[in-house]
């Protein structure tokens, strides 16, 4: 499976991004988007589930960001509003294992995009 993410890139504080993450093929039922910033671990930002139809953020997000999926397009999209300083990271999305249906843990990810960065900063 290969994922691609896009859509990063330099922002002010209070700006909005999109980002998209395309995927070859879908051989699970969720995936997720985490982040990465320098000298720290890589954290979870949301999930989405189209079996259970469900999703989940972390604390630091929740009610900024929105994860969304396309499923002509085999595309999660992660929008991100009223962006901060402390967004700043790479983003990764990941699709999750195939006998879960749900998860925000890394371990439970198995393929991984690239990333892509997200500066916010003015």
């Known amino acids: 499976v290969k994922l691609e993410e896009s859509g990063g890139g330099l922002v002010q504080p209070g700006d909005s991004l999109r980002l998209s993450c395309a995927a070859s093929?879908?051989?699970?039922?969720?995936m997720g988007w985490f982040r990465q910033a320098p000298g720290k671990e890589r954290e979870f930002v949301a999930v989405i589930s189209w079996s259970v139809r469900r999703t989940d953020y972390g604390d630091s997000v929740r009610g900024r960001f929105t994860v969304s999926r396309d499923d002509a397009k085999n595309t999660v999209y992660l929008q991100m509003d009223n962006l901060k300083p402390d967004d700043t990271a790479v983003y990764y999305c990941?699709?999750?294992?195939?006998?879960?249906?749900?998860?925000?843990?890394?371990?439970?990810?198995?393929?991984w995009g690239q990333g892509t960065q997200v500066t916010v900063s003015s």
């Open positions: 990941a699709l999750g294992r195939s006998d879960f249906y749900f998860s925000i843990r890394k371990q439970d990810f198995t393929s």
């Open positions: 093929e879908l051989s699970s039922t969720f």
